[in-house]
Each structure stands twice: as C-alpha cells, then as structure tokens.
C-alpha cells in the first residue's frame, strides 16, 4: 500500500538499498527542457534507476517504498553556489558574535543552518569563506551521515590582500587585530601561492579569492580592485595547478576583468560589469553568481536597527541596494553563463529560494532561473555526473512543490518535499 506524502515526511529511511518509487504529478527532470507529465522515479541504493512515463505498479517490487507526489510538481534538488553557513547574523552584531564565541558555537550554528538550508530544498551547497574549519568538518559529517545538511562543496577561508575583504582585522583594535586569522592573507606572487597551498593543505574543494573590496569590509577604500594582476595570476594559476576550480568576489569591472583575464571560473556578486567584461564571460566561459538577495538581508537588519552597520559600511550598503540585478539584466541577454547563489549568512539560511523572485524580476524567465539552480550550478560545481538533473545512475535528489514553478518561481519558497539521496528529509 502506497504511503501518503504526510506519513512520507517525517519517516526517514533506514536503509538506502530499499527500492523507492516516487509517483509525480508533473516531473521536470532535465530543467531547460519542457517538463514531463504523471511520472515515477524509481530510486535504488541512493540512485535513480529509471524514470518511466505513468505511475508505475510498485507490486513489481515488493516492499518497496511507495511516495506519493501525484499532486506535486517534482524537480531536482537545488543547489546554491555561494553560502556563508556559520553565521546569519552581520554588521555590529556579526562582529560582537565573533568576539564572543568560539569554534564550538559556530560548529552548532553551521549545523543549524545546514538543515535550515536542506528543508529548503537546497541538496547542495558551495560554502565560501569559513576560517577556522567548521564547515570543513561540517562537510564530512554530512557526507559520513552523521547529521542531516547538504551536500557541501567547501572553500576553507577565502583569500585576500592585507586589507581587502578577507582581513578579518579590520575594524579591530590594535590588540585584537594581532590575533586574527591571518594565514588567508597574501602580498606578492610567492605569498599569494603560499596561501593557495595553506587552504588546498586544509582539504578544500575550491579557492576563494577576493579581488576587490566588499560591501561588508570594515573600511572605506570602497569596492575598486584591491588585488595587482600578478597577484590575481598567481592565485588562480597555483588553485588551478591542484585541480581547484576559483571563486571571485569582485564588485568593481576592474577587478571583475582582471579576475576573468587571469582564467576566474566564477565572479561572485559583479556589481559592475562592464562591456569589457561580458565580453570576457563569454570567452573564457566563466559564470557569474549574482548574489541578488543580499540586499533582502541588508534591508531586514536596517529596519530591525538603523545603526546596525558602521557607517563607512552602511554608505555601500545603501549603494548596493540601489544598483543590485543591474548587471544581471546585461548579463543574461547577452548569453553570460549564470549560476544560482545567494550569499546566505548575508541574507537568511533557509530563505534562499528568495533568490529565485529577484533574478526574475531583473529579467531571467523562470525556467532559467531554476536552471541556473540545478544544470548550471552542478556544471560550475564540477558535479555534473551526480545531480543538476533527474537521470539514471544519478543521485537521487529531488524536491516537491505544490504549484508550477515554470509559472510562478515564487512557489519554490514553500518546499513541500525533500530527497536527498535517496533518503526522505
């Protein structure tokens, strides 16, 4: 007898080697493409095996699960390329939380926000910036099944210039700021391959550098390149030597374009691209991660506290808002590869499908936007082979919601049903 989707839910499976059958109502298997009609999915050992037109008859395989979804519309499991998942706090609170707590704290808030994240229906996530290796183990006790999150695709502790974005001094008194993570600093080309080899000696999956200042730095030397190319060169050419793909916060076409020229594999954010830049997406293929829903973050924490930012922070938070989906409305008609990602600890863990309603609204149809989350995303983390799409042989994960996200993306807000390899969540 089939289980109903309410008894499904909460009944986690105890073992992965049981055949599941998902009945669905609608079935997008391979987004970019038109959706399928009544669907089953059949999943074994964590894989989907085949996917068949119709519902099939489960007594084929007896004491299989049975899922009903027939009134759901059924996706893969999205992913989101840029997350931040030790914190969802910012500005003058992020910095008091940071003095106050320790690693073990922050360990407990990841683990919070992993699962905030998965019953969002994020089965994947790329993790950019964490200095003292909670998301690290955090990873590997996700993928060891000793605690629900994720799929973590992790960066270790993002890679600045002494004063850049990821000086973790700044705004700092003298006797605290010599006690910062300094090891994900760099000056100069043999020093910036040194810090590349620190976080590849760390077990990251990918590099993340920082061209650029940032929005959030404790400084007012604005959102220019921060960064001489030989440096950049150096960081992305060493990550690349290690088969590590990189990720590059950039604002300004200044450093945007010098991330691109020396072989970025994504911008993040790219507040201001130019002519110059787009031109360089398109030849070298990279993809630009927009991050729009910062700005949901910046906007609930000023209106909870108008001073919750100092002020050399809050001038380029008010500029953010104003120009934020600007140079994704370039971006996308021109044809720039665009990949899903959020930038959550900015903005709230577990609301990350909020990302979906901005890139619509700066002009990406729905259906682009969900392929952003799930074929492009999967291609840019380098896990094609294993999800972006619903096909045999890979991972079983899989959403459900109730409506058509083709026609309505703010649907996927309100997840109903998550599979993460073929485990109910």
Same mark, same amino acid.
């Given at each position: 007898?089939?289980?109903?989707?309410?008894?499904?839910?909460?009944?986690?499976?105890?073992?992965?080697?049981?055949?599941?059958?998902?009945?669905?109502?609608?079935?997008?298997?391979?987004?970019?493409?038109?959706?399928?009609?009544?669907?089953?999915?059949?999943?074994?050992?964590?894989?989907?095996?085949?996917?068949?037109?119709?519902?099939?008859?489960?007594?084929?395989?007896?004491?299989?699960?049975?899922?009903?979804?027939?009134?759901?519309?059924?996706?893969?499991?999205?992913?989101?390329?840029?997350?931040?998942?030790?914190?969802?706090? !910012?500005?003058?609170?992020?910095?008091?939380?940071?003095?106050?707590?320790?690693?073990?704290?922050? !360990?407990?808030?990841?683990?919070?926000?992993?699962?905030?994240?998965?019953?969002?229906?994020?089965?994947?996530?790329?993790?950019?910036?964490?200095?003292?290796?909670?998301?690290?183990?955090?990873?590997?006790?996700?993928?060891?099944?000793?605690?629900?999150?994720?799929?973590?695709?992790?960066?270790?502790?993002?890679?600045?210039?002494?004063?850049?974005?990821?000086?973790?001094?700044?705004?700092?008194?003298?006797?605290?700021?010599?006690?910062?993570?300094?090891?994900?600093?760099?000056?100069?080309?043999?020093?910036?391959?040194?810090?590349?080899?620190?976080?590849?000696?760390?077990?990251?999956?990918?590099?993340?550098?920082?061209?650029?200042?940032?929005?959030?730095?404790?400084?007012?030397?604005?959102?220019?390149?921060?960064?001489?190319?030989?440096?950049?060169?150096?960081?992305?050419?060493? !990550?690349?030597?290690?088969?590590?793909?990189?990720?590059?916060?950039?604002?300004?076409?200044?450093?945007?374009?010098?991330?691109?020229?020396?072989?970025?594999?994504?911008?993040?954010?790219?507040?201001?691209?130019?002519?110059?830049?787009?031109?360089?997406?398109?030849?070298?293929?990279?993809?630009?991660?927009?991050?729009?829903?910062?700005?949901?973050?910046?906007?609930?924490?000023?209106?909870?506290?108008?001073?919750?930012?100092?002020?050399?922070?809050?001038?380029?938070?008010?500029?953010?808002?104003?120009?934020?989906?600007? !140079?994704?409305?370039?971006?996308?008609?021109?044809?720039?590869?665009?990949?899903?990602?959020?930038?959550?600890?900015?903005?709230?863990?577990?609301?990350?499908?909020?990302?979906?309603?901005?890139?619509?609204?700066?002009?990406?149809?729905?259906?682009?936007?969900?392929?952003?989350?799930?074929?492009?995303?999967?291609?840019?983390?380098?896990?094609?082979?294993?999800?972006?799409?619903?096909?045999?042989?890979?991972?079983?994960?899989?959403?459900?919601?109730?409506?058509?996200?083709?026609?309505?993306?703010?649907?996927?807000?309100?997840?109903?049903?998550?599979?993460?390899?073929?485990?109910?969540?």
């Amino acid at each position: 007898m089939a289980l109903s989707f309410a008894a499904t839910v909460g009944t986690a499976q105890a073992d992965t080697n049981a055949v599941v059958v998902v009945h669905s109502g609608r079935l997008l298997d391979r987004p970019g493409q038109a959706p399928r009609g009544p669907s089953t999915v059949l999943v074994r050992n964590g894989k989907i095996e085949s996917i068949r037109d119709g519902f099939l008859d489960a007594a084929s395989y007896p004491g299989a699960q049975v899922i009903d979804l027939r009134d759901k519309f059924v996706l893969p499991g999205l992913i989101d390329s840029h997350v931040h998942l030790d914190s969802d706090r !910012a500005g003058q609170e992020g910095l008091i939380e940071g003095l106050t707590n320790g690693p073990a704290y922050f !360990a407990y808030e990841a683990a919070v926000n992993a699962r905030k994240t998965l019953a969002a229906g994020f089965t994947t996530v790329r993790n950019l910036g964490n200095g003292d290796g909670v998301t690290l183990a955090l990873r590997d006790a996700i993928a060891a099944g000793k605690v629900p999150g994720p799929r973590i695709v992790d960066a270790g502790n993002g890679i600045s210039t002494t004063s850049g974005h990821g000086d973790s001094s700044l705004g700092l008194s003298p006797d605290l700021a010599e006690h910062a993570h300094q090891e994900n600093l760099c000056d100069g080309v043999e020093s910036c391959r040194r810090a590349v080899r620190l976080q590849i000696r760390r077990g990251v999956d990918v590099i993340k550098i920082m061209t650029t200042g940032g929005v959030n730095s404790r400084i007012g030397a604005g959102l220019g390149r921060q960064m001489f190319d030989d440096e950049a060169k150096a960081l992305i050419e060493t !990550a690349h030597l290690y088969g590590k793909k990189v990720a590059v916060h950039a604002h300004g076409a200044d450093g945007i374009n010098t991330a691109l020229r020396n072989g970025a594999d994504s911008i993040e954010h790219g507040t201001l691209l130019d002519e110059e830049g787009i031109k360089l997406f398109l030849k070298t293929g990279a993809y630009y991660v927009p991050t729009l829903s910062t700005v949901n973050g910046y906007l609930e924490r000023i209106a909870k506290d108008p001073n919750a930012y100092p002020p050399e922070v809050r001038a380029k938070i008010d500029w953010r808002i104003s120009i934020t989906g600007q !140079a994704l409305e370039k971006a996308f008609p021109r044809g720039v590869k665009i990949a899903f990602g959020t930038d959550a600890g900015v903005s709230k863990h577990g609301r990350n499908a909020d990302e979906f309603e901005l890139m619509v609204k700066h002009g990406m149809p729905a259906s682009e936007a969900i392929k952003a989350a799930t074929v492009n995303a999967a291609d840019l983390l380098g896990l094609s082979k294993e999800t972006g799409t619903l096909e045999p042989g890979k991972r079983a994960d899989l959403i459900a919601v109730t409506g058509d996200p083709l026609k309505d993306v703010t649907v996927l807000k309100k997840v109903d049903f998550v599979m993460k390899e073929g485990r109910v969540q």
